[in-house]
């Protein structure tokens, strides 16, 4: 009898705490969870425009400072993946012309033939892409003295210029102990419903009562 005293105390001290009160808790931990992850995305996405802003300005010391900004912020705080990364676009631009300019400043009979080439294919295209520096080289390759021009273009290669940084599965932001919160409810409802579940077996077994 002392035993079975003892159950029905366990089980009376379990039901002092509802599981809808616990699963109440949960939803809320859950919300200001969502909401602290949300926010460490919008963290990676601000940044992240601030590298492309300082890319389209073209200034080296801040281009490295925001990608530097950018990898800290990644680096520690969960959620803020950065899909395909962050590319260096205009700065690949400005290289790839830079390396036709060099090529092309040398004398030659037909003139600066790489500002005709772009006179003829800048106007295609609203944005510099492969399809470009293709065209290019094909108006250079119309130009008798080309070949040379065109062998002598070292063109940078365009994956030194993609930035990708890992963000972790768990950072210790408010995010990270957020989920930490929801992660303690659930064991609690999982562990409460167990502990109900196998005090009643043990009472209807043992003691052929509930």
Partial sequence: MTDKGKVRRNIKRLQRVKTWQLAVLLVLAGFVAATFLRLNNIGMVERRAAVLAADEVGSVDSITNRLYDLQRYVSAHMNTDMGKGVYLE??????????????????????????????????????????????????????????????????????????????????????GWSLLVCLAFGIMIIARSLSLLALRVILHHHYRSV
Avoid: M
């Avoid at 006179?119 to 520096?133: E, G, H, L, N, Q």
């Avoid at 080309?146 to 950072?171: E, R, T």
């Fill in 90 to 175: 205009a700065s690949y631009k400005r290289d790839v012309q830079s390396a036709y300019d060099r090529a092309s400043a040398d004398s030659n009979p037909n003139g600066n033939i790489y500002k005709k080439a772009q006179d003829i294919c800048a106007p295609k295209f609203t944005r510099w892409s492969t399809a470009y520096v293709q065209c290019t080289t094909s108006e250079l390759a119309k130009f008798p003295s080309a070949a040379n021009l065109i062998d002598n273009v070292k063109l940078p290669k365009a994956d030194g210029y993609l930035h990708v940084f890992v963000s972790p599965l768990w950072s210790p932001d408010f995010a």
